[in-house]
């Protein structure tokens, strides 16, 4: 089974790459973006490219590749998907790259490199133009705060434990949880995600607390100190919506597949407590 080939564009420069994709029929678009587009590159940057295709024979989304010696990740998308941004008219589907309209807006505001049909032009004039939205969709805000919850509450749980097998499951948790954290702090206040970097820079100017919390929490090298941290950033993290759940709390988790409706929840709740307290009859 061969899942790789080798990379036919390691020797080449990045404007070389770019030249020999504008050549290709198939090719419609070419925005660069991130740190090549805007001049900041460093010796160890990444190049970031959107493709955007006239058809995707395949559901494409990414390929990573070498260019130049240099990582480099193309993002795969096609004109139907960049149709759709520019009329509004719905999120693209698996077959039109798999990207969120709010995904592909990021991709396209870089710099055109190479625009066939000018859709990419229009698409990205139309993203500029929108307002941003704040909106926060519900069903993932409680979604990861039940999980920031559930996993702080199983964590320390574990660590009462003390066995090796736990200690070693306390850790591993801390490293994923940790992260999940991070990324978190930008989905419950409907910020849009950016990478790594980009949120450093954006707690640097706006939340200098959490990312203090972040930085001690990521270099305590002590289980239990390490585990406080944690909690301590998962309250940060859920502070717009009062926090993480507070000891012996009951807490409804509906099925993921169901539809969202207003007071499931409590709904589910409730249910609950007319199973556990109700009157057999």
Not at 236 to 265: F, K, S, Y
């Amino acid at each position: 089974m061969a899942w790789t080939t080798a990379s036919v564009t390691a020797a080449m420069t990045l404007d070389e790459v770019l030249a020999r994709l504008a050549t290709r029929e198939i090719v419609d678009g070419i925005v660069v973006f991130g740190s090549a587009a805007t001049g900041d590159a460093t010796p160890t940057s990444d190049y970031d490219v959107l493709l955007v295709l006239k058809e995707l024979p395949v559901p494409l989304r990414l390929v990573v590749t070498t260019v130049d010696g240099r990582l480099a990740e193309f993002m795969v998308t096609s004109t139907t998907a960049v149709d759709r941004l520019v009329t509004g008219e719905g999120e693209p589907s698996t077959s039109g790259g798999g990207w969120t309209e709010e995904a592909l807006a990021r991709f396209l505001d870089g710099r055109i490199v190479f625009d066939r049909s000018g859709r990419v032009r229009r698409a990205q004039d139309r993203s500029r133009r929108r307002p941003p939205s704040d909106a926060v969709d519900e069903r993932d805000v409680y979604g990861r705060w039940f999980k920031a919850s559930y996993s702080l509450w199983q964590t320390r749980r574990m660590l009462t434990a003390a066995d090796a097998v736990s200690l070693m499951a306390v850790d591993l948790r801390l490293l994923y949880g940790v992260y999940d954290l991070w990324v978190h702090y930008f989905d419950v206040r409907g910020l849009p995600w950016r990478g790594d970097k980009e949120a450093i820079r954006y707690l640097k100017a706006h939340d200098p607390r959490f990312l203090d919390v972040m930085e001690r929490c990521l270099a305590e090298t002590d289980r239990e100190r390490k585990l406080d941290l944690y909690g301590r950033l998962a309250e940060l993290t859920m502070a717009p919506v009062g926090g993480i759940w507070p000891e012996d709390a009951t807490v409804a988790q509906p099925d993921p597949a169901a539809t969202w409706l207003a007071g499931i929840v409590e709904r589910a709740l409730r249910i609950w407590e007319d199973v556990i307290g109700g009157d057999d009859r």
